[in-house]
């Protein structure tokens, strides 16, 4: 969500707000927590709580999105200049991502599946790790890390599978310190096939 139009007190308010439900959710998980005590803990109003987000699912988009944009962030920071690196660049940055906020991620990743009341959120997520994807693909054509007739749109499709499985699986199987490892080993065996012959 773009917040240009909100003053800086106004975002400083509802990054507590934020930080408050992200806290409450953690500890209590996200159906024991109600906007009252989102905004007992923020210090403020209840109003002013419903005012930055009308319902819980308004923070838990929020999340989703940081989430996201965190972790490419995060990877484009440390993007190195060929393919495989960039990718594990990208793999190390989700699982640390997911690992800062692992507790409210367990209960709301479902919430992101099939036509979830957050897949539209993860739509959008998708759609910028498949910009970032294409980018190193592109690098890695341009360098000979990937076969030059590879095209790009299905290398991403599939790419992008393998990391919201393992996502997934790593979440729904307890692996989320594993999640960069578990990545790497599959992206590994995809990379094979991608990579030029010997």
Known sequence: MHLDHLGRRARRTREEIFSAAMYLFAERGVANVSMQDIADQAETARSTVFKH???????????????????????????????????????????????????????????????????????????????YISDLLKVGVETGEVHADIKICEAVHLILCVITDTNRMAIHLDRVQHIAKDQGKRFNMLFRGLGPAR
């Open 53 to 131: 987000y009308p319902q819980k699912l308004a923070l838990l988009s929020d999340f989703f999105i940081r989430l996201g944009n965190d972790a490419l962030a995060a990877a484009r920071a440390k993007y190195t200049v060929d393919f495989r690196g960039g990718m594990r660049a990208l793999f190390l940055a989700i699982q640390q991502e997911a690992l800062k906020v692992e507790p409210v991620l367990r209960e709301v990743a479902g919430m992101a599946v099939g036509n979830g009341p957050l897949a539209v959120e993860e739509a959008t997520i998708d759609e910028q790790m498949r910009a």
